[in-house]
């Protein structure tokens, strides 16, 4: 059984006219299909260029990265990416906002159509359908850049900080929706977040990240009574605090390791 992601020994440099800049070091890392992995780290750390390089937008400088075992050349369907702003274009409805990466992909149909309808009912979005983006909350349209990125069926999903720009209340509620929606279509998931109870609440297994040049620095497998329960009620859960304690202590190891950067 190969894992759904997998990256090999990947080093990536950019090079702009100015410097050559280590951003990710002879990282390597293993996504098992259905597994829901966070990427913490300091700021500039390359968790954003991981996703990237995943996403087969970014060709990394050294190593292999391989979507069920096949390597990545250029984006693919099968990967999809949800970004912490929505990017509706105001001028769509919702609907049409919501079929955009199937028409994109030369996917739209009757039939992909009323999967799109059914995806915006799970979403609680039903009768927005007509509407246009300024005509909803924050969080309705976050959810409305969920169902244009499960309209394409896509196996992994990359999240990064999606929940971020949302305020308390619906970021917990936004939380428990995704974690629910992806674990019933069994979505391989990776979340890039600077929130450690988010990362600990949604996840598997969080991934802490050295600061320059990206590398692993710790990974936490979550325990079994942790990750069995909704987001919201996995900080409740006995060991919660203890783990947060243990993952924010080594998140602030990795802060004061290594300068401002890496440059070759
Ligand atoms: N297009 C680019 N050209 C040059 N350098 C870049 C480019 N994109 C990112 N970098 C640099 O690579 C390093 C990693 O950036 P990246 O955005 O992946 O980090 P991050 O961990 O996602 O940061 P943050 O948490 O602040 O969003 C940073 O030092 C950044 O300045």
């Known amino acids: 059984m190969y894992s759904t992601v997998e990256l090999r020994d990947v080093t990536h440099v950019y090079v ?14 293993s996504i098992a299909p259905g597994e829901f992995v966070s990427l913490v780290g300091p700021s500039g750390c390359g968790k954003t260029t991981i996703l990237s390089i995943i996403a087969g937008l970014v060709k990394p400088t050294r190593g292999n990265v391989l979507i069920n075992g096949e ?7 099968s990967v999809g990416y949800m970004l912490q702003q929505d990017y509706l274009f105001p001028w769509r409805t919702i609907m ?3 079929c955009m990466g199937l028409e994109l992909t030369g996917q739209l149909n009757d039939q992909t159509k009323q999967k799109v309808i059914q995806l915006l009912e799970g979403m609680g979005l039903q009768g927005t359908e007509n509407l246009y983006p300024y005509q909803l909350s924050g969080g309705m349209r976050q959810r409305v850049a969920l169902v244009r990125t499960l309209a394409t069926e896509p ?11 949302l305020d308390y209340q619906t970021k917990l509620q936004l939380e428990d929706l995704i974690v629910e929606t992806l674990k019933l279509r069994e979505k391989t998931a ?5 929130d450690l109870s988010e990362a ?8 802490v990240l050295n600061r320059h040049p990206g590398s692993i620095r710790r990974s936490f497998v979550i325990p079994e009574q942790i990750r069995s329960v909704q987001p919201f009620y996995a900080r409740e859960q006995e060991g919660f605090n203890d783990l947060f304690h243990e993952v924010w202590m080594e998140l602030e190891a990795s802060d004061r390791t290594g300068g401002g950067g890496a440059y070759v």
């Open 16 to 29: 702009t006219p100015r410097e050559a800049k280590l951003a990710i070091e002879e990282l390597s890392v």
């Open 200 to 207: 600990i609440a949604v996840s598997d297994r969080v991934i």
């Open 96 to 98: 049409d906002n919501a």
């Open 71 to 77: 390597p990545v050349r250029g984006t693919s369907s």
């Open 190 to 194: 990776i979340l890039v977040t600077h």
């Open 155 to 165: 196996e992994i999903l990359l999240l990064d900080e999606p929940f971020s720009a």
